[in-house]
Nanobody, 124 residues
Framework: QVQLGESGGGLVQTGGSLTLSCVAS????????IGWFRQAPGKPREFVAA????????YYGDISKGRFTISRDNAKATVFLQMDSLEPEDTAIYYC?????????????????WGLGTQVTVSS
C-alpha cells in the first residue's frame, strides 16, 4: 500500500496561482494512477484531474475549466497540481488519491488510498 500527503495549499487572492503537491511513500508510485479531488462545505467531492502510470496521460474534470495542470515525477514519487486563475469557487479541501485499476478516472470509489487533504482558500 501507499501513503499520501498533500501540501501547497493556502490563502490566495482571486486570479492567483497555487501549486499543490502529493508525495507518496510505502509503495511503487509508478504503478498508481493519481487523482485530485476537492470538497467544499455543503458540496459533494468533485473530480479535478488525474494522471496515469508512467506514460502520464492526463484527464481533467469540467471543474478545471482549462486552468489546472497535473503532472508527475515518478523519481520523486510526487504528483503536482498547478492551479492558475483561481476563483472563490475553487475554495475547498483538495485531496489526492491513488488507484491501480478502475473503469473511470473520475469515480472516487476507484481510489483506494487518500491523503488528508490541503486547504485552498481563494479570497475576492
Amino acid at each position: 500500500q501507499v501513503q499520501l500527503g498533500e501540501s501547497g495549499g493556502g490563502l490566495v487572492q482571486t486570479g492567483g496561482s497555487l501549486t499543490l503537491s502529493c508525495v507518496a511513500s510505502g509503495g511503487d508510485f509508478s504503478a498508481y494512477i493519481i487523482g485530485w479531488f476537492r470538497q467544499a462545505p455543503g458540496k459533494p467531492r468533485e473530480f479535478v484531474a488525474a494522471i496515469s502510470q508512467t506514460v502520464g496521460n492526463t484527464y481533467y474534470g469540467d471543474i478545471s475549466k482549462g486552468r489546472f495542470t497535473i503532472s508527475r515525477d515518478n523519481a520523486k514519487a510526487t504528483v503536482f497540481l498547478q492551479m492558475d486563475s483561481l476563483e472563490p469557487e475553487d475554495t475547498a479541501i483538495y485531496y489526492c488519491g491513488a488507484r491501480i485499476g478502475g473503469s473511470s478516472m473520475s469515480y472516487s470509489a476507484n481510489y483506494a488510498y487518500w491523503g488528508l487533504g490541503t486547504q485552498v482558500t481563494v479570497s475576492s
